[in-house]
């Protein structure tokens, strides 16, 4: 008897484990049915693959960043104007100083012809900054 009750204590405990490690399963299941059905839900709202999902959200994650930190992005692209405004004055500048030098030797380029037709006259180019 003493046998046979420790025999059915073991396989009741056994029955208990089964049962439990069961229901962890179902619900382990679960858990993983309604991560697919939310996956499924996404694909059909977002892109018709996990990739593009995928994709989709960081897009809106760098947005939404963008948005939150717009005084920083703000500043980013003042200073960038401001960079481009400077070497815009730069090239400017040099392009003027080269007009300028191009002025100069037309100006004794055309005297010397017009002094060599005989023709006594004084020919300048104006240059003018804006």
Do not use: C, H
Not at 66 to 74: A, I, S
Not at 100 to 117: H, M, W
């Amino acid at each position: 008897m003493e046998s046979a009750r420790i025999s059915v204590e073991d396989v009741g405990a056994t029955l208990r484990d089964y049962a439990e490690e069961s229901m962890l399963r179902r619900k382990r299941l679960a858990e993983i049915e309604e991560r697919l059905a939310l996956l499924d839900r996404l694909k059909r709202k977002y892109g018709p693959t996990l990739a593009q999902v995928i994709a989709f959200g960081e897009d809106i994650r760098r947005k939404l960043s963008e948005m939150e930190n717009k005084d920083q992005v703000l500043l980013e692209l003042r200073a960038g104007l401001a960079m481009a405004a400077e070497e815009y004055r730069k090239a400017a500048r040099s392009v003027s100083r080269k007009r300028l030098e191009a002025g100069r030797k037309l100006e004794k380029l055309v005297e010397a012809e017009i002094n060599d037709l005989a023709m006594r006259a004084s020919f300048r180019i104006a240059v003018e900054e804006k």
